[in-house]
């Protein structure tokens, strides 16, 4: 997770270098938002993993669940306080919003696949 936020950072500078009028100015807020969010479900599913093994899909889910609606929480406390460009901050809110999805998708393919031989 470390990682991918690194490639985050990465990213966003490189765009911000390239194509400055892409990026919001509120975007470090973001990839802090989402970093503390993977950060504290990470935790939590890896401490409900060890006491029960058997609910193992549905914590991933309630776990990606939780995420979600924080990050709908997130976005309309953003977007309902005085903000400019709202459009390229939802835009941009999402697009790190997918890579975060992708990484947690991937991650939870790669868990999964020991377990199904």
Same mark, same amino acid.
């Given at each position: 997770? *470390? ?26 807020? @973001?990839? %802090? ?25 549905? @914590? ?5 669940? @939780? ?5 709908? %929480? ?13 459009? *390229? ?19 939870? @393919? ?8």
């Amino acid at each position: 997770m *470390l990682l991918l936020t690194v490639f985050v950072v990465l990213l966003t500078l490189m765009v911000q270098f390239l194509k400055p009028d892409w990026v919001h100015s509120r975007i470090w807020q @973001i990839i %802090i938002f989402y970093f503390g969010v993977m950060l504290v479900s990470g935790q939590l599913i890896q401490f409900l993993l060890k006491q029960s093994k058997e609910n193992s899909v549905a @914590i991933l889910m309630g776990a990606t669940i @939780i995420r979600f609606l924080a990050s709908l %929480i997130f976005i309309a406390i953003c977007l309902f306080t005085q903000i400019d460009n709202k459009i *390229l901050f939802f835009a941009d809110f999402f697009i790190i919003y997918l890579l975060y999805l992708l990484f947690d998708i991937y991650s939870l @393919i790669a868990n999964l696949r020991p377990h199904s031989k």
